[in-house]
Nanobody, 119 residues
C-alpha cells in the first residue's frame, strides 16, 4: 500500500508564505514525477507545478516566480514553497506522484491540504 500525505497548509495573510510537504510511504520501487495540484471551490482541479525525477520543473503561469517545487529523492518527499501568496491561491492543494511498484507505473494522490489566503 502506498500513501501520500500532504502537510503544511493553513491560513496566511496575503503576501505571506507557506511550505507544503508531500511524504510518501509504503513499498516504492521507483518514484517518478511529482506534482502539486489545487482545487478552489466551484472550480476544476488545476496543475500548479511539476518536477521530474531528474529535477526539471514546470509551473502554471499564475504561480511562476512565486512558487518553487522541489524534492528530496533520498526521502521520497516533495515540497512546494509558496511565497507572495494571494487570495486567489486559496484552494485545497493535492500532491501527485508517479510511482513504480509491482511491475507497473501508476499515479497516486494525497488527501489534500487546505491553503487559505486572507486579504
Amino acid at each position: 500500500q502506498v500513501q501520500l500525505v500532504e502537510s503544511g497548509g493553513g491560513l496566511v495573510q496575503a503576501g505571506g508564505s507557506l511550505r507544503l510537504s508531500c511524504t510518501t510511504s509504503g513499498s516504492i520501487f521507483s518514484l517518478g514525477a511529482m506534482g502539486w495540484y489545487r482545487q478552489a471551490p466551484g472550480k476544476q482541479r488545476e496543475v500548479v507545478a511539476v518536477i521530474s525525477n531528474g529535477g526539471s520543473t514546470n509551473y502554471a503561469d499564475s504561480v511562476k516566480g512565486r512558487f518553487t517545487i522541489s524534492r528530496d529523492n533520498a526521502k521520497n518527499t516533495g515540497y512546494l514553497q509558496m511565497n507572495s501568496l494571494k487570495p486567489e491561491d486559496t484552494a485545497v492543494y493535492y500532491c501527485n506522484a508517479h510511482i513504480y511498484r509491482r511491475a507497473a507505473w501508476a499515479d497516486y494522490w494525497g488527501q489534500g491540504t487546505q491553503v487559505t489566503v486572507s486579504s
